[in-house]
C-alpha cells in the first residue's frame, strides 16, 4: 500500500520561495504518476502540477506556470515542487497524490493522497 507524506510547507514572504518533498514509502513511485494539489479555505481543491508515469512529461495550472516546478527523484522515491515567487494568492493546504495511469492530468483521479501540508504567503 502506497503511503505519501508531504513535508516543506511554512510561512514565506511574497516573493518567497520554498521545496515542497512528497516521500512515498510502501511501493516505488516511478509506477505512479503524481500530483501536487492544493485547497484554500473556502475553495475547492485544484491541480497544480503533475508528473507522468511513462515519460515524466509535466503539466502545469496556468496561475502557477513558470514559478512553480514539478521534479521527482527516484532514488530517494520523493517528489519534489520548487514553488518560486510566492504570491498571497498561493496560501494553501498543498497535497501530494498518486494515481497509476500512464499519464498525468490536473483533474486525475488519485487513488492515494498524503495528509498535507500548510503553506501561507504573507508579510
Known amino acids: 500500500q502506497l503511503q505519501l507524506v508531504e513535508s516543506g510547507g511554512g510561512l514565506v514572504q511574497p516573493g518567497g520561495s520554498l521545496r515542497l518533498s512528497c516521500a512515498a514509502s510502501g511501493s516505488t513511485l516511478n509506477y505512479y504518476s503524481i500530483g501536487w494539489f492544493r485547497q484554500a479555505p473556502g475553495k475547492a481543491r485544484e491541480g497544480v502540477s503533475c508528473i507522468s508515469r511513462i515519460d515524466d512529461t509535466t503539466f502545469s495550472a496556468d496561475s502557477v506556470k513558470d514559478r512553480f516546478t514539478i521534479s521527482r527523484d527516484n532514488a530517494k522515491n520523493t517528489v519534489y515542487l520548487q514553488m518560486n515567487s510566492l504570491k498571497p494568492e498561493d496560501t494553501a493546504v498543498y497535497y501530494c497524490?498518486?494515481?497509476?495511469?500512464?499519464?498525468?492530468?490536473?483533474?486525475?483521479?488519485?487513488?492515494?493522497w498524503g495528509q498535507g501540508t500548510q503553506v501561507t504567503v504573507s508579510s
Open positions: 497524490a498518486a494515481t497509476m495511469a500512464y499519464r498525468c492530468a490536473l483533474r486525475m483521479n488519485a487513488q492515494y
